[in-house]
C-alpha cells in the first residue's frame, strides 16, 4: 500500500474513471441500479482483486472502504448523470489513460513486492489495469474490447515493464513510478490520436 | 466454520435449492449431464468459494465433501426430474429467499472473523449470496439476473448491514444470525410479492 | 511443484497445445494478436491459476516464467500460422487428450499435497483441467463446449479418482501419475472415436 499512498488522488481519480466506464456500460444494457452500481464496482476494483488474488493477499478493495465509496458513489452518480457522462467522452478516455498508467504500475510493484518474479510480476501489473473491464465486459453479456482492438494493455505491459526495470536498477520508487506510468499514458494516447491498432489474422 | 455449524440443515437446504436452480438453468441450455451438475454445483457453491478466495483461505467446498455432495446429488436429481422441480416454482422462490438470508448473513460473519473491516464484510457477504447465481448465469450466456431486476441483492446487503452492526453490538451469535437472515428472507419475499424491483435509468 | 518436474516436456507441450487451442479460439472471433496471446494464455494456464488460487498458494504461471513463456509463444506462432494449426485438427486433439490427462492428474496431487481432502481434491484436479477452456470460451462469448457435449471432464475426473486412489494405496509418485494420465488419455480417445457423449435432459 505504501507506493499506493504515495499517490492517492491521482488513485481514486482512476478508480471514479473506472467506475463511470462500468456504470456507462450498465446504463447502456439496462441494467437496474444495482446492477450498475455493482459493474461500476467490478470494473473500478476487479483488476486490483484479481491482483490481490493472485499474490495472495485479502483484496485491498474489501479492506479499505475508502476504495468501495468511491466506486459505489460515482457508479451511482452516473446512473442518474448518465448523458451528461456521455457528452465527455474526450475526458474520460484521457483519465482513463491516466488510471490505466497507475494501476498497471502499482500493480507491477505490489506484485514484485510480494515476491513474484519480474515476468510474472508485469503480467499481474497488467491484469491489475485490464481486469476491470474485462470483467465489467463480461457481467455485461460482450467479448472484451481489449481483446478486440486498439493499443491498451500493450500500452499498460510497457509501463510494467518500465516500472520493473527502473525498480532492478534500484530507482527510487516515485521517480520510477511516474516515469512508468507516464510513458504508459504517452502510449495509450498517441494510439488513440493516431488510431493504431494490433493486427488481426488474416 | 463455527457460525455455519450452528444451522446445517438450513445450510444444506439452501445449497441444495440453489443446485437446482443451476441445474434447472443447465437444463434449459441443454447441456449435458455434467454441465447440469457442474452448472448446479457452481449455483450452489460459487458465492462462497468466492468469499474464501477473497478472505484468503481454502474454499469450504473443496474441504467438507459434504457440501459437495449436497450439491451434486440435487443437481443430478434435478437433471430427472426438471419438469417437476418447475412447477414448485412458489416453493423454489421461498427456499431460495431462506438460502439467500443465511448465505449472506454467515458470509458477512465469516468475513468478519477474518479480520476483514465491516464495510468490506458486508460486500463479501453480499458476494457469498449472488455469487452463485451469478456465475451460473455467465457460464449459461445470460447477462446475471441479479443485475437487472427484482430486488434481491439489496435485501442481502440489508441482511449484512444487520449482522455486522448486531455483531459490533456484542448480541449473541446464534440470535443475530437467526435476525438478519430473517429480516433478508422477509425483505425478499416481500419484494416478490408486492412485486419490488430497482429503478432502471431512463 | 516436484510432480510436475518429472515430466518437463510433457507438461509444456499440454500447456502448448491448450495455448494453441486458445489461440484458435481467439482467431475464429477475430480478436487482435493481444487478444489472441492473452485467450491462448489463459486457455493453457487459467486452469492451473484456478488451482493454485483454490488451494492458496501464489498460482505457478506466474512464478515460473517458462510456463507463460511457452503460452505466448506458442498463442503467438498460432496467429501467424492458424490455417495450419486448423489442419492438424487430429494431432491437436490427441495432444489435448495428453495435456488433459497430465494436468488433472498434477493437480489432483497438487491438492492433495496442500492438505484438500480426496473428494476436493478431485474437483480442483478436475477444474485444473477444463478450467483453462472454460474460461476461453467465456472471454470469447461462447458457453463452454465442455459443458454441452462429450466425454471430457468426465475422463478427467476418472484420472483424478485413480490417482487419488493410487496415492491413497501409497504407490510411488511415477507410477501413479503414469497410470491415471494414461487412463484419462485412453477414455479421452475412446470417447472421441466412439462418438460417445453425455445424456442431455429430454
Not at 492517492?8 to 444495482?34: H, M, Q, T
Not at 481486469?131 to 478486440?148: A, K, S, Y
Not at 515493464?161 to 527502473?166: D, I, N
Request: net charge positive.
Amino acid at each position: 500500500m505504501s507506493s499506493l499512498s504515495l499517490l492517492p488522488v491521482v488513485d481514486l481519480i482512476g478508480i471514479a474513471v473506472f467506475a463511470a466506464s462500468g456504470a456507462v456500460a450498465g446504463v447502456a444494457k439496462r441494467l437496474d441500479l444495482f446492477g450498475v452500481i455493482f459493474v461500476g464496482f467490478t470494473a473500478a476494483l476487479g483488476g486490483g482483486i484479481l491482483r490481490d488474488v493472485f499474490i495472495n493477499v485479502q483484496p485491498f478493495a474489501f479492506v479499505d472502504w475508502r476504495y468501495a465509496a468511491v466506486a459505489v458513489v460515482t457508479a451511482a452518480a452516473t446512473f442518474w448523470l448518465h448523458p451528461a457522462v456521455s457528452k465527455l467522452r474526450w475526458t474520460v478516455l484521457v483519465l482513463d489513460a491516466a488510471g490505466l498508467g497507475l494501476f498497471v504500475v502499482t500493480g507491477t510493484l505490489k506484485a514484485l513486492d510480494a515476491g513474484v518474479p519480474a515476468f510474472g510480476a508485469c503480467i499481474i501489473g497488467m491484469i491489475t489495469g485490464i481486469g476491470g473491464g474485462l470483467v465489467r465486459d463480461l457481467l455485461t453479456g460482450e467479448i472484451p474490447t481489449v481483446l478486440r482492438r486498439e493499443i491498451y494493455a500493450v500500452a499498460g505491459l510497457c509501463g510494467c515493464a518500465s516500472v520493473a526495470t527502473l525498480d532492478a536498477l534500484e530507482v527510487q520508487r516515485p521517480l520510477g513510478i511516474m516515469l512508468a506510468a507516464t510513458l504508459t499514458f504517452v502510449l495509450r494516447m498517441v494510439a488513440i490520436r493516431r488510431n493504431w491498432s494490433a493486427p488481426t489474422a488474416s
